[in-house]
């Protein structure tokens, strides 16, 4: 059974770089045909998907936040990372990292607990 679990600081100073590490277990990041994800959920609003790196170290951003996000990996330590630079306290949510079948917004099928994050100084 697979599971993933995030790590980093729950609180980052505004147009500092947030950085979260997602560590799986149970299955191997570079499994054919799996991305690893990355989305997150603002107060008060509903899930975004941020983007994804592939079983084949592929990554793919969202368009609203391609220009700000770097998404990479570990085959070693069978772990993936999210960078957000300059951030924002609109940045601030609970990050989620997932195992999905495809880039959609509804294709995980295996969830990390979550981690909340804030952005304030």
């Known amino acids: 059974q697979v599971q993933l679990q995030e790590s980093g600081p729950g609180l980052v100073t505004p147009s500092q770089t947030l950085s979260l590490t997602c560590t799986v277990s149970?299955?191997?990041?570079?499994?054919?045909?799996?991305?690893w994800t990355w989305i997150r959920q603002p107060p008060g609003k509903g899930l975004e998907w941020m983007g994804a790196?592939?079983?084949?170290?592929?990554?793919y951003y969202s368009p609203s936040l391609r220009s700000r996000t770097s998404i990479s990996r570990d085959t070693s330590k069978n772990q993936f990372t999210l960078q957000l630079r300059s951030v924002t306290p609109e940045d601030t949510a609970v990050y989620y990292c997932?195992?999905?079948?495809?880039?959609?917004?509804?294709?995980?099928?295996?969830w990390g607990q979550g981690t909340q994050v804030t952005v304030s100084s």
């Open positions: 997932a195992r999905a079948y495809g880039l959609g917004p509804n294709d995980q099928d295996a």
């Open positions: 149970g299955d191997s990041i570079t499994h054919n045909y799996y991305y």
């Open positions: 790196i592939a079983y084949s170290g592929s990554t």
